[in-house]
């Protein structure tokens, strides 16, 4: 089960879930990217992943909950399509602008703790009750 978020607040909340596993759809190219986002341990910053044909590949980082770095360490190319394409997502995210150009969506499954989402208004925002109320909702 796939469920487009309905507004970007929602969907940067899941993204910063510290589990977080996202699907963005350009609305305007219908290119698509699926991306692992996951807490560092100890911190403040998000490891990002991108799902290729050889499986999830590391891609970069989320520093201060606000910028995506592309880094030495990516297994793919500085500049990757993937790696701009998140990019642009966080930041429209963050600033709640260009919604109408993308899809955003998640498996089903809390963006916190990866559980299956049961309930409707759960699986709405992408994260289960017990997570949302940890994480101060």
């Known amino acids: 089960m796939s469920t487009q978020f309905a507004n970007p607040a929602d969907a940067l909340n899941y993204l910063k879930a510290g589990k977080a ?10 290119s698509h990217y699926v991306y692992d986002v996951k807490r560092a341990k100890n911190s403040d910053a998000f490891y990002v992943a991108v799902h290729t044909g050889n499986g999830a590949q590391y891609l970069g980082m989320i520093f201060d909950g606000e910028k995506f770095v592309q880094t030495a360490k990516s297994a793919l190319p500085k500049g990757a399509k993937s790696a701009k394409a998140f990019g642009w997502m966080l930041r429209n995210l963050r600033n709640g602008s260009n919604w109408e150009q993308i899809e955003v969506r998640h498996s089903g499954r809390c963006g916190r703790c990866s559980r299956e989402l049961t309930d409707p208004v759960s699986q709405d925002r992408g994260i289960g009750p017990v997570c949302f109320a940890k994480m101060g909702g």
């Open 21 to 30: 596993t996202i699907t963005a759809v350009s609305t305007v190219t219908g």
